[in-house]
């Protein structure tokens, strides 16, 4: 038997090898056919499809083989004869590749899903599709396969100087594309140098000066291309330390040269000095290039000259003994030095000859003095610690007329208010100012406070100038600065009174500088800086003439900026260098240009730049000037003659005076707002337009040199931020013709949807994408993406769904800044946008829409803007440390680095990951991407329920229902379709529907309990849940999850709160409370498992919902004593226990401010309850003598017997800094509401314990204060005001998702 399948094995095996024969006889003979070549290019780990041109003959077998150039076949495929193009068999080595397949009308097609390197086939080699006999095909394709490059290796370091080395390396694989070959500062990573068009295995030096002598420096050398760069990998980084500086001192005599003066400036001297400087650096430094010479001393005794030697230590002895050969040899003799006389030391000499015990004495006094200086620059040192500022730092500015009046304001007062036009150079004669304050103020702190539209600033509908909340923001950053560098600050840690905050920084008797900057109403800046004290100084600049002039107001000093003088006009144009062409321009002529730009320091400054770089006169430029204002756009109606001209200067340095890339980057940022534009999102917008990276540093370089923009480093995210003029910013926008609007809106759309993230738990991430969200607002506002607009042009097809992830973004983060009314508008355009792509959203009928997604979303994908920007995503820690289980370390680490630095994911990383089964392949997210982003934008908004209150949180309870459900209906159907789980069917099940059935309360306690119960099980089902879930292509959850569980537990025990309350005996209750406790035990078990501890094993830091669930657990014990269950409780849970949890809660140092309010109103209502508990016991007591009451229970303070007017004292110290938190939050409104109750119960026992204690009052009056009275002594303890018919429910339910 074995031997017979042994022979049909042979038998089967020669049959295939015959089969194979006959196809490469038959492809063989059809080699020489004449064939057109298709060249197809494409990046690794795209897909690319072969159309088959020949005649298919469905009865005989296709084949797709790749020609090896004559020199033989490589078969890829076979498909049989009379079968489906699922029917195929793939040979080696093709063998395992589940990538390439069959499509097409009639299966004929070859396509490969993800093309490898391997794929390539050029220089005589092609794809080409057979049939044998009858083959009649017309094509075959050429495949050139693109890649990032690959690293420079052979780097080496050479020719190490003080101030410069040289950097060797060799060009590797170019990935197919032109490489450049680039070098960078690798800890700060700032681009040194780039060299283009660098060939495989061409050598290529770098030459790097400019350096610190005796200074290590981190360098990266890596490879780039239009796909990316080949990245600072350990072979890529090397460390280069230049050399340390040494010195000696030489004295040469010169025979027969007259003494004429010791000093070597002298007149007389000169030629001396210049012949022998001559003659040493000759006779040096072509063998010792960074040596300089120079001569130091000149005494008599015919003429002696102390020459200092200074350059590299190491050739210190080498250049001593070339020297000294020089000299003795008679090299120098024909400048008169005597070569018998030559004499070197390390230090300059004394000139006269001094008792020994005088330097010993010397030494000794010197010794004493450094230790003391020593000793004393230790304590300056520990008590300055660093420089505190964040001021930009100004270009170079020319100290006008109204610079100089401006300083001399402030040598007479300490506050002013700097007013003028838009243009006029407010803002950096204040920067100059600062900077001269920095050079003289030894303290150097100085802060500037600018109107930084970020998230909170421009929800809260302040948009332009300077907010309140930007002012408190800022003084807070500052506060923290002071003390991190070392200063004295004497306040607590989240304190937000702002009056606290003033009062601190004038106890720390801190010099400072502060500058408020685009004020527009004074009324933002704290009355306490208004009149400042002697260690502060005030800037404030406004383009309002009348600001601060008002009677309620103190007088504050004012400058009115004029612009230049005609003074000014000449000397600013001529200052500069000698080849200065504006200095041989007569002055008339320069004040005819500053009259073009009413002499605005904007206008000079830019006309300036324009004719030093280009060389031309200052008549061409004004022709030129008048040209360009001739030509200029449709965005100037309004502008002044000057203003124009100003909008014509900045066009001109545009078009003439900038390269291309820097070009386009700055109309970019024409689209965003003017202050404060991360560069994060303008490199990712530009090389959207281009394919290309930008060099960030020449970039900001070119802006700079042009007086164009300003740039600072924000700390927290450590990414630079450019501003540029609100007048340049419009004039670049009027250059632009719609065409390239439109590819610039495009690009820096695609630029938003991949680093406008919704995952903002880390905070670095959270507070870049508050940065980027006013100018996502105001790239919004451009008529292009208007609702109307894109519904009713047919261009504008491609983003749609582009428009419709962004909104849903806003909406998503409106919801977590506690602002429902943004939250709808921006979900309400969303849905509309979902609406025009499929009708009658959302729909119950699953299938039908599921269908017609999947069917949009396929052909949709190749021209959308969004479906080509899914993968291109920006990861953060959490998902690196999820992805850290499927991956490598290496690809981890880089991941990691990349998020550090807010670099989106490339192509080729998200291959590798599909490779690792940590993302989803192309043909996925074609059928995915739409399906996924409407589930996404009916959860986001279903979820807006939950931070709804009253009347509308019922109105909107439908519609979240529905929502919630077509969500999560469409995600089930995508799995049961593919068996791929996206992460949307989790979420909206678990912080969705599960939710929703709590929400529900019906009238029947036995149906709530039936809820409850199942609510319970769903969450049980989630936590033992073993799928793995996908969001947008990227793997997100795996069945080890610690936040999930914590999550999952958290809603289980407020379950069986809420089932204590509706149990129907003290048995049952007493089970669900076991329940809730041991439900209880894991929430906190799982959340402090993601916590920081401290030496003693105690939790500081960690989960941002840690502070929460330890307030559940304290808020538990609260609600059940106020429910009258205290008998049923568990012996642990006590009034103690609730007041530790609460202070737990607080001992978190990154507890958020609404957290931290809700354990003060915990330890208040435990305070409060604890004292009604002994006043109920005593009035027993008095009522029967024969009952003792004593509570066995543990009291709430355990230092000795609580007095009851101890415990008021308590509670209202614990209330008071709850509600002085509240009044930040004002739509927390149940808690707001809870804090009032519980504030008039504590007044009434205050007042009830004071009637006890005071005689009895006359009949007829009360001991009870007034309104009045209660106004008179400050105690205005209603937040949301006495009277006032509110809503108690909450703006979210009692635990948030």
Known sequence: MAVKMRNRQVLIWALQVLSIV??????????????????????????????????????????????????????ILQRFANSS???????????????????????????????????????????ECQQPQGDKRKSRYELHVTYRPDPPTDIGIRGVRLYSFNISCTASDGGGLSQKLCLKHHGKNLSIICKEDIDQGEEVQFSVGGLNYSTPYQLCVYAENQLGSSGCGKSSVVMVTTEAIGQFYAELRFLNVPFTSSDRNDQRNRELVYRLNKTLIGLLQPSHPDLTVEVTKIRQGSVIVTVRFKGVQKEMENIKG??????????????????????????????????????????????????????LLYWKLKKRATEVTNVPEPTTYFESEDFKRLSQQLEHSNICIVHGQLGIGKSQAVMNFVKQFQAKTKSYVTWFIGNTNNFSDTITNEDTGLSQKTVLEKLLEFVEELKESGRPVNIKQGEKDIAKICDALKDSKNKCLLVFDDVQDISVIPRQLLTPWPELTILITTMDETLGLHSDYPEIPRLKMKGFSQTDVVSFLTSGSEDNVLK???QTVLRELAHQFAFLPLGLSLAKSHILGSGTSVQEYLHHLHQQRQAMGRGNKNLSEPERNVFAAVQLLLTHRMDEASRQVLQLMAFLMP???????????????????????????????????????????????????????????DMLYDKEQDEMICALVKAFLVLFTKDTREIRVGHFVSQLYPHLLSLLGHPTLSLENLLSVENSEH??????????????????????????????????LCNHICKDLPSEHISEVYGKLKREGLDRFQNDVYGKTVTRQLLTSSNIDLLK?????????????MAESFQPLSKEQYCHLITYEAALNEDQIKALYLIELVASVFYTSGRILFYLHGDRRKEYFETAWKELHFSHNLSREFASDTQVHLLNEMLSKRAGILYLLKEKSPDNPQEQKNDLLQVINGYKELISDQNTYFEYGILKKVQKDDFHAMFCYRSIVDSFKRLAK??????????????????????????????????????IDGLELLPEVYNMRAQFIIDMYEAGFKDDLPEDDRLPSAAQWANKALGIISCKPLRRAKAYLLLASASMMAYDQKEALCSDHEESAKETATDEKQPLMQEGPPDKNDMLAQAEEYLNQSRKIYKEFPNAVADIDEANTLMEKLMKCKDESTEMQAPQSPRGTSNKPNQEELAARGDDWSLNGVGEDRDVEGIEMKILP
């Open 22 to 75: 006959v196809l490469l006889n038959d492809v063989m003979l059809l080699a020489g056919n004449a064939l057109e070549t298709i060249r197809e290019e494409v990046a690794e780990g795209e897909s690319v499809v072969f159309d088959c041109d020949l005649e298919y003959d469905p009865n005989k077998q296709l084949y797709w083989v790749q020609d090896l150039g004559g020199t033989g076949l490589i078969v």
């Open 85 to 127: 193009p699922e029917h195929i068999e793939l040979h080696h080595p093709y063998r395992n590749r589940t990538d390439i397949t069959l499509e097409g009308p009639e299966g004929t097609s070859l396509r490969i899903g993800s093309v490898r390197r391997a794929d390539n086939a050029t220089n005589g080699r092609y794809y």
């Open 322 to 375: 070339t020297l000294k050969q020089a000299v003795t040899g008679g090299d120098l003799a024909h400048l008169g030095v005597d070569p018998h006389y030559f004499h070197t030391f390390a230090h300059s000499k004394a000139e006269k000859s001094t008792p020994v015990w005088i330097p010993i004495l010397g030494t000794v006094a010197t010794i004493v003095l450094l230790t003391a200086g020593g000793l």
């Open 584 to 586: 041989q321009t007569d």
């Open 675 to 733: 202050n404060n534009i991360p560069t994060g999102i303008i490199s990712e917008a530009y090389w959207h337009l281009s394919g290309r990276e930008l060099n960030v540093d020449e970039f900001i370089k070119a802006v700079r040199k042009l007086s164009l923009g300003q740039v600072t480093v924000e700390k927290k995210t450590e990414m630079r931020m450019m501003t540029i003029h609100q007048l340049t910013q419009r004039a670049v926008l």
């Open 799 to 832: 983003l749609l769904t582009a428009l419709i992830r962004l909104n849903e973004v806003l909406c998503y983060l409106y919801c977590q800044q506690r602002h429902p009314d943004r939250a709808m508008d921006a979900a309400d355009k969303a849905k509309r």
């Open 885 to 897: 289980l499927n991956v490598p370390q290496d690809v981890a680490d880089r991941l990691a680095l």
């Open 1062 to 1099: 509706l149990a129907s005996s003290p048995d049952e209750r007493r089970r669900f409370f076991l329940d809730h406790n041991n439900n209880a035990k894991m929430m906190i078990g799982y959340a402090e498992k993601q916590g920081t501890r401290d030496q003693e094993g105690r939790i």
